[in-house]
């Protein structure tokens, strides 16, 4: 099977003139929406924010539904996951693992984000680097992904 047929077209890059940048002594900064404060802006900030900006403007989650970087602890190690995404019933329902542009989506990335996922117990995954997205719906029990060749219409607004 090859990833390529399974991967998602979010077009992140098209939420760049979303985000509010700013500079001080010479450090950039973008605003968190969901934070509210400004973060040092990284790589892998970049796109953790291009994400947030995807799902405010196109996902059915209200911004209430979503947590970013928040510590877990994974067999007795503490662990920072990127997004994760609330049901109704305020449970965990997609974690999101965010990578810098450079790192390529690989298996290592799926092993890291289902680490995460032995603490969160969502049932949904999407790991991005910006330019390549996958989701997937991670079977606990049989230790299987099943790949979506597109968003659920439950995910996005009509």
Same mark, same amino acid.
């Given at each position: 099977?090859?990833?390529?047929? !399974?991967?998602?077209? #979010? ?5 760049? /003139? ?5 500079? &001080? =002594? ?54 920072? !996951?990127?997004?994760? #995404? ?5 449970? /965990? ?5 965010? &990578? =810098? ?58």
């Amino acid at each position: 099977m090859s990833l390529t047929e !399974f991967r998602l077209d #979010l077009q992140l890059l098209d939420y760049t /003139p979303a985000l509010i940048l700013t500079e &001080k =002594s010479g450090i950039k900064y973008v605003f968190d929406p969901i934070r509210k404060k400004n973060i040092i802006l990284q790589p892998e900030e970049m796109v953790r924010q291009l994400m947030i900006q995807w799902l405010i403007e196109n996902s059915t989650f209200s911004r209430n539904a979503i947590q970013v970087e928040k510590l877990v602890t994974v067999n007795k190690i503490r662990k920072r !996951f990127d997004i994760l #995404l609330y049901n109704s019933n305020i449970q /965990p329902y997609i974690l999101i693992e965010c &990578k =810098s542009p450079v790192v390529t989506i690989n298996q290592s990335v799926f092993d890291q984000i289902s680490v995460y996922n032995l603490a969160m117990k969502a049932p949904y995954l999407i790991v991005t680097n910006g330019h390549s997205s996958w989701m997937v719906q991670q079977n606990m029990e049989e230790k299987k992904y099943q790949f979506f060749s597109e968003l659920p219409s439950w995910l996005t607004k009509p």
